[in-house]
């Protein structure tokens, strides 16, 4: 998977943001447990995605109405839609001092094209020993999905149908498409929004 930094300054990747609001104290402590349970950087990666795939709802798969966005609120509520989980990795690998950014694919709503499409987005982080970016997709599991951590090949939530016209966007970027969040600042019914609001192009 040839990925690609949308800015080559690392730096750009560890910045906090509104969004990405790392040193919220519950952030912050939750850092701190990750870090203390961990035995590499690489086990602490993994603990993160593990956290944020398995902890924080997928708002989606529990039928809420509720709207997460910044980090800190995702982690409070214990849930969000990708773009929220998205948000709160990042936060969480970049307060550990970790290089972190976003990714992007264009799928279907439903299974079918005649659904309609929707951008989904998922994380990057920066694998010091390899010296190498990897996808990592906390979406969160279900029967029909299996996202893993794997540093050498890719296990993400949704493999790309390229004869449904579904997309991967291989450039890390190291702010949340401006899109992805003004659907969540834009909308009171996250099960309306999800269904029909959401950007369907970067």
């Known amino acids: 998977m040839n990925l690609s930094c949308e800015s080559l300054d690392i730096k750009e990747y560890l ?14 402590e939750l850092i701190s447990k990750l870090v203390a349970s961990s035995q590499n950087q690489e086990d602490l990666i993994k603990r993160s995605y593990e956290f944020v795939r398995d902890e924080i709802h997928h708002s989606w798969d529990i039928q809420s109405s509720r709207i997460t966005c910044s980090a800190s609120e995702t982690l409070v509520y214990k ?6 989980k998205a ?16 990714c992007y694919q264009r799928l279907t709503v439903g299974d079918t094209p005649d659904t309609g499409y929707c951008i989904h987005a998922l994380n990057a982080v920066y694998i010091q020993k390899l010296d190498a970016w ?3 997709d906390a979406r969160g599991n279900k029967p029909g999905i299996h ?3 794997s540093l ?5 939530a949704f493999p790309i149908r390229k004869d449904y016209d579904e997309a991967d966007y291989l450039t890390i970027y190291s702010i949340p498409n401006a899109r992805t969040t003004q659907a969540l600042k834009q909308n009171i019914d996250c099960i309306k929004m999800y ?7 970067l």
């Open 15 to 28: 910045t906090q943001t509104d969004e990405i609001d790392y040193n919220h104290p519950l952030i912050a």
């Open 79 to 84: 849930e969000g839609i990708c773009y929220a």
């Open 134 to 136: 990897i996808r990592l």
């Open 147 to 149: 996202a893993e951590f």
């Open 152 to 156: 050498h090949e890719e296990k993400l």
């Open 195 to 201: 269904l029909h609001g959401l950007p369907d192009q």
């Open 87 to 102: 948000n709160l990795l990042c936060a969480i690998l970049r307060g550990a001092g970790i290089p972190s950014g976003f």
